[in-house]
């Protein structure tokens, strides 16, 4: 799911300016195929993916929870990445704007205040300066608040879902997280795990739900369409509750893909959804300074649809030669993950203690 939900992710963040907006109209049906791509369709990935986040922290139960432990490695896996790639990004635009490039793309850096630095370096306040980091950010907030989180989860589920969820869907300050529906992502994560939901049951309707969530997506895209680029409150809250409720959605798309020959190849990509994930922005950004140099606007489909593939071939490839070449830096640049390997064995153990009686093998369970 990562790699399919992250590479999604990449269409949301190709660059546009105001000339170029969807909006606008200028292109028909492709311009509505950009909204349905960037702003409806793929804008599940971050719920989705703080669900899974959430569900894999408390899979073996809260009693085995050991918070110590989880922050030490989270401080690996999540933080040492996020402030690696992040501060890397943002010396390379200083460097680039006192050369005089760069300005109107990205935020002004070297003219920045102190507090406005921060929150281009750490998110303090606002998006990091590699603007889909602001994931690792808030996930991060999740991981600290976990205990507490488990503890309202076990004793009041309902209760306490309920309150996320109006909080992620209605006008409501965002407070602490940039992106509430992170919270409610992550804490559906922790329910599925904490009272032992069945997450394979909707698979035997996995088609019928994946048609409907499409359906939803398109008339959704189409309702952002007409209203854009400001939306009214209204469809906020609609496009917020789309967007929470593709997380069942995606999982049950992932059920189909799982079976194909391409899902079970991509199950295997040891760190490349991460890899796909830090760095896609960068490159996007550097296209899009490099188009406008170049190209008509008149060409934006072109580089809609070009830019992103051509991204996703690029990382695919440095992301082989940094394992290949140097494997410690990307083992520190992916948060040490080791992939699906060593997490298909131990469920395997763990399947093979408890008995699996789903007609689906645990390998293949793991792999989604």
């Known amino acids: 799911m990562r790699i399919v939900l992250i590479s999604g992710i990449v269409f949301v963040h190709v660059p546009h300016d105001p000339q170029t907006s969807p909006f606008l109209g200028n292109n028909g049906f492709i311009d509505w195929i950009r909204v349905f791509l960037g702003d409806s369709l793929f804008r599940v990935g971050v719920p989705c993916l703080s669900a899974i986040s959430g569900y894999l922290m408390f899979r073996r139960g809260i009693d085995a929870f050991d918070y110590g432990k989880t922050l030490r490695s989270k401080a690996r896996t999540v933080l040492l990445p996020f402030l690696i790639w992040n501060l890397s990004f943002l010396l390379l635009v200083v460097i680039a704007q006192r050369s005089g490039m760069g300005f109107g793309y990205l935020p002004d850096a070297i003219h920045a205040t102190p507090r406005e630095l921060a929150t281009l370096a750490f998110a303090v306040e606002s ?212 992939g699906g390997s060593a997490l298909r064995r131990s469920m395997d153990i763990e399947a093979g203690q408890k008995g699996w009686s789903d007609p689906r093998s645990p390998k293949e369970e793991v792999t989604r």
């Not at 698979?203 to 359906?215: G, T």
């Open 127 to 338: 998006l990091p300066i590699n603007v889909p980091l602001y994931f690792l950010r808030d996930l991060l907030l999740c991981i600290l608040l976990a205990p507490i989180l488990a503890a309202l989860i076990r004793r009041y589920p309902l209760t306490t879902l309920t309150v996320f969820f109006v909080y992620a869907v209605f006008p409501i300050h965002n407070g602490l997280f940039l992106k509430k529906s992170i919270l409610f992502g992550f804490s559906c994560g922790i329910y599925a795990s904490l009272h032992r939901i069945n997450i394979r049951a909707l698979d035997p309707h996995a088609e019928k739900i994946a048609v409907l969530s499409l359906a939803v997506a398109a008339l959704l895209a189409t309702a952002l369409y007409w209203t854009g680029p400001e939306y009214p409150v209204w469809i906020e809250m609609l496009r917020g509750l789309a967007a929470i409720c593709g997380i069942v959605g995606s999982w049950t798309i992932s059920a189909i893909l799982i079976r194909s020959q391409l899902g079970r190849q991509l199950s295997k990509s040891e760190g490349l959804s991460f890899w796909i994930f830090c760095a896609h922005y960068p490159l996007l950004i550097a296209f899009w300074m490099i188009w406008n140099r170049a190209a008509n606007p008149g060409l934006y489909p072109l580089f809609y649809f070009s830019a992103p593939i051509l991204a996703l071939l690029i990382l695919v490839v440095s992301d082989n030669l940094a394992k290949r070449l140097t494997p410690w830096l990307h083992a520190i640049l992916t948060g040490s993950r080791a």
